[in-house]
């Protein structure tokens, strides 16, 4: 049997949020290692430059190629010279990642205004900006993915509004970009976490929450950000080549079931100190 060949090979790759914000490997570190792992020459960017540099170490030290780029993703001229930079240092780009989030819990009533701006911000406002200048380059390059991150909050009620009006906005977004730039060759999908143990949810976290999350599911298994990350690399690659704007939920089957043990399990995240 031939040897396999890398599945991102000689693709060109953005990812967004490519830091973890703790200790920890995030969906945005994941993504970013495993692309690099498959071929692929990834601008990390990062916020925080200190993150994206933790994730570049780890890339580089498996042989990968990699670059950090620090930039605001909520800002257009960030997100301008983000993309300019892919290509500056590569030569093209073919792959975006758009996974940079935050999250907020509450009711419309719960919310104050800037609370809200910043997470339409962050979680909607960044998906537009950094595709808005990444389609003109992968139109040149002959085409592309692009992958938006959305949750199963997007597609169901969970009593976290701010959050599942933002998530729910980018699986809109992500059909109606793919209406529009199919054309282009140019394919735009949606990944829909579950409830997978990250950093950014861990300072939430008891044993006895950790375990109603992992127990909710149909699989009754606890997900990570590497199986996030491997949906990633599905929708990057040319194995997805008849793919476009389709929402993949990756979350041990949980918007099959519902019941009393997910409405404890989302009053008790929301209960925690952080998690307000």
Known sequence: MPERRPRLEGKVAIVTG??????GVGNGKATS???????????????????AQETLAMIEGEGGEASVFQADVTRADDCRRMVEAAVDRYGKLDILDNNVGISRGGTVVDVSEQEW?????VNVKSVVLASKYAIPRMVQAGGGSIINISSVAGLRAFRVTPYTTSKAAIVGLTMSMAADHGRDNIRVNCIAPGLVYTPMVAPHMSKELRELRKNVSPLGTEGTAWDTAWAAVYLASDEARWVTGAVLPVDAGLLTVTGISFADLVRQFYQHPLGR
């Open 18 to 23: 490519a830091g973890s914000s703790a200790q």
């Open 117 to 121: 701006d910043n997470l339409m911000a």
């Open 33 to 51: 290692v495993l692309f690099a792992r498959e071929g692929a020459k990834v601008l990390l960017v990062d916020a925080v430059v200190e993150r």
